[in-house]
């Protein structure tokens, strides 16, 4: 190597090449060739090189000035970090150590809260001797009441119960306030920093709680671990409590009490640097110390009670830097003699040398500079982001996909800028993300490696990418140079993990089964959807196959054909019986798919299914619904029709026996064939009465009427093995009810009555009686009731059953034969009729269901066209008369002229009602049918009312009172008559509507038809 090679290292290297262009080839030889003389060349270059020797020496001495000044202010700024360090970081994180402590341990809140002192000592002191193994210098623990009183010191577990409104203002602002405070503060024990936090248990404000550190200790420990004199001063007016009682000896200044012994050196400082925040250098017996003010005591007001002035020894450094410019000059003029020595002795070797020592350098250069940009080729071919941070944070490099994914354009955006305010000042969650909780400053101040897995960085336009990062220290033979940073954008992990998720929640949550299985069909998974149909739980079915569920109703070929499905890829759906851990049978609907993997190979099963056993039940209780609803259409329409026949054989019959003499075999004859007429005619509104869908209307009921209807369909449906016994009290009050749903009761009862002697026979016995609850006093009668009772010798209920006898669904009977809905209805309706519902039964010895119901008071009479007198005079006016069958016409015209009516008769109703169009003052009464082909009775009621308001109208229907029906009343129908009509009622109908039409009221006789 060159001799110059050592001066090279040191000095600028252009500034030592700045005569010798940059050798290339034959440019050596002309530098040569230039130099005509030895002796010419030797001085000049001693020359040049007593001048690069002089730039050299000032160089180095402006170098070490500079180094030395770094290096105090580097010391500087280390003794400002742990001093804004420990007053920013060592005692605000116990504010948040206290709410941890709470929220972690929940017992030291409630024990506080409890005022038990022995149990809050106890759950506290894990939490106050880890805190003191953690800091030495954690001294204070004590819980605080609402009132001002100490509840428990853990430092002084004995001494509690005194009041420190007075003098601890701190804690008399936290009652106050109910929030948390902290500041430094004194008291007999001398300087402590304290962090005082409320305590809530349910929103309720029970105390606070108190941490405290001392704070001499921590400024001795500052003193100590940077090795730097440190003295300690406070405000005078906060001094005065610690001054009485700590002993040590100190010396106002001012405003101020400063703690130190050396009083030469406090001189050396003016009373208003204890106010300064700013840096000055004094000398002190022989050395240099450079002086920092940091005022760390803050009260909890945030106002300055004091703080610690550090003493920088900044002697050895000045020292050094003076001592090195004369060894600088030295070295340098040796150097210099020698170097001209050395070019008077072999100028031209050392020319040569120096040339081809400068080549090899500018080749290396080159190499470096071919190596940077292969290396920077590299970084910038990679798609991971990659930047560089210097020992501040600055950034020193970045690739271009760092540039890409934060959207800036030209490194020059990023390089020189501190990147952590740029890229990363925020968490996720958008709150403020201080550098020095930023892990990522932890490896270019720490040297500490660091890999992140979930972050953020922002974006030049604002976004925010979510990243995992690597931060890799830089060391330099043992210094710290900076770190490098590799990151990736995580985006679509964090989507494909929100995904899993949302796919996880919402499996979890479905109302349906889901079953996973392997290839074998070992289950893999249920979710909770499965547990609670099946009763079994995931732990009871993992690893077993789903024939657990299996009920035996499905062939083997079911199960082949579900098998051989999904092991070839295709969807199975079906309806499928299984068995639930409790042995019930349940039908499920169930979709069946295999799982497929990236290469869509067949790697497992999934099953999702339904629990359908109620919608199934439901339906078949709609298509029996449906089954009885079309029966009772039909049994309507047989019993209409049966009823114009009626008409016809009664009516007839009736004007025969007017007719008749009263004595005579043709007369008996005729009274048995209206006897038989109103058996038919009984026995038609009874099926009328059965189909005739539930009407809302309540009215003064015969209850014995009502049994006595049920009784007679009762003995045409069951078995003759079965006696049906009828014990009725005609004279019964009336009750207030609906005739539909107490016939709907009684049916209920009866059937299922039949139901349980169906198979041995029994007696039936259905007793409606008068009876009376009990008075308020003794020997007062209560109110008056209506009882109905049903009893069987049938097989009887045991205890447990009738517990659930009226709840919907239950049922003793098989499948098919009963809802589960006859007894509840029963208990439904009877409580809407205020009645009351018992039941006694044991097994092997029958059942009794006893019902009462109050009377109803306000009875009303007999209608009036039932016990009417026959008309015995004629009437008068003209009836259009008009009925789809021909001998209802016949019949109604015979028994209105009979009475002197005039009447015109129509088959047809549109005929009629052109007949009544053209002469509509000719009428004096409308008598129509309700149900005819073409124009109903209700149209041609519209339109007779259309043309003349004031007809009178009766119809004649063949259903069981339709005087409710909304329709019929609002078309204007004044009087109705059921099917089959007898003369009687016929003629007292006409005579009320045609007096009320205008006429003459006819004379009426007192006899009964």
């Not at 049994?635 to 049966?642: E, N």
């Not at 016929?986 to 003459?1000: E, I, P, Q, T, Y």
Request: one cysteine or more.
């Amino acid at each position: 190597m060159s001799p110059l090679s050592g001066v090279d290292s040191r000095t600028d290297h252009h500034s030592a090449l700045c005569h010798f262009p940059a050798p290339r080839g034959g440019d050596q030889l002309a530098c040569v060739v230039f130099m005509n003389e030895k002796k010419q060349a030797i001085v000049l270059l001693s020359l040049v090189l007593a001048l690069l020797v002089s730039l050299f020496l000032y160089h180095v001495q402006q170098l070490e000035t500079r180094m030395a000044d770094l290096v105090i202010e580097s010391d500087a700024r280390d003794l400002n970090t742990t001093m804004q360090t420990l007053q920013k970081y060592s005692y605000a994180k116990y504010a948040e150590r206290i709410k941890n402590l709470l929220l972690s341990d929940p017992r030291i809140a409630e024990a506080f809260a409890a005022r038990d002192r022995e149990r809050l000592q106890a759950v506290s002191r894990i939490k106050y001797d880890s805190l003191r193994r953690e800091n030495p210098y954690f001294h204070i623990m004590q819980f605080h009441l609402p009132e001002g009183t100490t509840f428990l010191r853990m430092h002084r577990p004995a001494f509690f119960g005194d009041t420190l409104t007075g003098r601890r203002a701190m804690v008399a602002e936290v009652h106050r306030k109910r929030a948390p405070v902290s500041g430094f503060g004194f008291c007999s024990d001398g300087l402590f920093f304290r962090v005082i936090q409320p305590v809530f248990v349910d929103k309720e404000y029970v105390g606070a709680v108190e941490f405290g550190i001392r704070g001499q200790e921590v400024v001795a420990a500052i003193r100590e671990n940077l090795e730097a004199m440190a003295i300690t001063f406070f405000r005078a007016h906060a001094w005065l409590k610690a001054a009485r009682t700590s002993g040590r000896h100190y010396t106002e200044v001012g405003d101020f009490v400063v703690l130190c012994d050396n009083r030469a050196l406090l001189e050396k400082l003016p009373a208003s640097f204890y106010e300064e925040q700013h840096d000055r250098v004094i000398a002190h017996e022989g050395r240099s110390f450079r002086v920092h003010n940091h005022q760390i005591f803050q009260d909890h007001h945030g106002e300055s009670i004091g703080g610690v002035i550090l003493f920088q020894d900044i002697t050895a450094a000045l020292e050094k830097k003076q001592a090195f410019f004369w060894r600088a000059v030295l070295v340098s003029l040796l150097l210099f003699l020698l170097s001209a020595a050395l070019l008077y002795v072999s100028f031209e070797r050392i020319l040569r040398s120096l040339l081809g020592e400068v080549a090899t350098r500018q080749k290396k250069e080159v190499e470096v500079e071919e190596r940077e940009a292969h290396i920077r080729l590299l970084l910038n071919s990679t798609a991971e982001g990659i930047f560089g941070l210097d020992n501040e944070g600055r950034c020193t490099f970045v690739n271009r996909s760092c540039l890409e994914m934060l959207g800036y354009e030209h490194e020059e955006e990023l390089l020189g800028v501190t990147l952590h305010d740029l890229i990363h000042y925020s968490k996720p969650d958008g709150s403020e993300f201080p550098m020095a909780e930023c892990p990522m400053c932890r490896s270019y101040h720490g040297g500490q490696e660091v890999c992140i897995d979930d972050e953020v960085l922002w974006c030049k336009d604002g976004r925010a990418i979510p990243v995992c990062y690597h931060a890799y220290p830089i060391r330099q033979e043992g210094r710290l140079l900076g770190s490098v940073v590799s990151f990736s954008d995580i985006t679509r992990r964090k989507q494909a993990e929100y995904d899993k998720e949302r796919l996880t929640a919402a499996i979890e949550h479905a109302a349906d089964e889901i079953i996973i299985t392997d290839l074998n069909g070992s289950i893999e998974y249920v979710n909770p959807a499965f547990e609670q149909v099946t009763g079994y739980s995931r732990y009871e079915v993992m690893g077993k196959a789903p024939s657990v569920l299996k009920s035996g109703r499905h062939s083997e070929e079911f199960y082949r054909d579900l098998w051989e499905t999904i092991s070839a890829g295709m969807v199975w759906s079906s309806r499928i019986i299984n068995r639930i851990k409790d042995g019930t049978l349940i039908e499920e609907d169930a979709v069946i798919s295999p799982i497929f993997d990236g290469k869509g190979r067949i790697i497992g099963y999934v099953a999702v299914k339904r629990d359908v056993t109620d919608k199934v039940r439901m339906e078949e209780r709609l298509r029996q619904a449906n089954k009885m609803e079309s029966l009772g259409t039909l049994a309507g329409a047989i019993a209409h029709d049966f009823n114009n026949i009626l008409n016809g054989i009664i009516g007839l019959t009736s004007l025969s026996l007017l007719e008749t003499e009263a004595r005579g075999k043709i007369a008996a004859n005729l009274n048995e064939i209206m006897r038989t007429g109103e058996t038919a005619k009984e026995l038609v509104r009874q099926i009328l009465a059965f189909t005739r869908k539930e009407s809302s209307e309540y009215k003064a009921l015969a209850l014995q009427d009502v049994a006595k209807d049920v009784v007679k369909l009762l003995r045409c449906t069951i078995s003759g093995k079965i006696k049906i016994v009828e014990q009725l009290d005609g004279d019964c009050p009336a009750i207030w009810g609906n005739r539909s749903q107490m016939h709907q009761v009684v049916m209920n009862l009866g059937t299922n009555a039949y139901q349980a002697m169906r198979r041995e026979g029994g007696v039936l016995t259905v007793t409606v009686s008068q009876c009376s609850e009990p008075g308020a006093w003794h020997g007062e009668e209560g109110r008056r009731l209506v009882r109905l009772v049903i009893s069987d010798t049938g097989c009887g209920m045991a205890p447990e059953v009738q517990k659930h006898i009226f709840e919907p669904y239950f049922t003793t009977k098989k499948e098919g034969e009963g809802t589960g809905f006859g007894l509840a209805t029963v208990h439904k309706v009877v409580s809407a009729h205020h009645g009351t519902i018992d039941v006694q039964s044991e097994p092997g010895q029958g059942t009794t269901f006893t019902l009462t119901f109050p009377v109803h008071e306000e009875q009303q009479g007999t209608a009036a066209d039932e016990t009417a007198p026959l008309i015995t005079s004629e009437l008068s006016g003209h009836v259009l008369f008009v009925d789809d069958a021909a001998v209802n016409v016949m019949l109604g015209q015979e028994i209105l002229q009979s009475a002197g009516c005039r009447v015109t008769g129509f088959t047809d109703s549109a005929q009629a009602l052109e007949a009544f169009r053209q002469e509509p003052e000719a009428f004096d009464l409308l008598v129509t049918d309700h149900v005819m082909p073409g124009l109903s009775g209700v149209e041609l009621v519209s339109e007779v009312k259309r043309l003349r308001r004031d007809i009178p109208v009766l119809m004649i229907t063949g259903y069981d009172d339709p005087a409710h029906d909304e329709e019929l009343n609002q078309c204007g129908i004044d009087q109705f008559l059921a099917k089959p009509i007898s003369v009687k009622r016929l003629l007292v109908a006409a005579a009320f509507l045609l007096a009320d039409a205008g006429g003459a009221a006819p004379q009426q006789d007192r006899k009964n038809e």
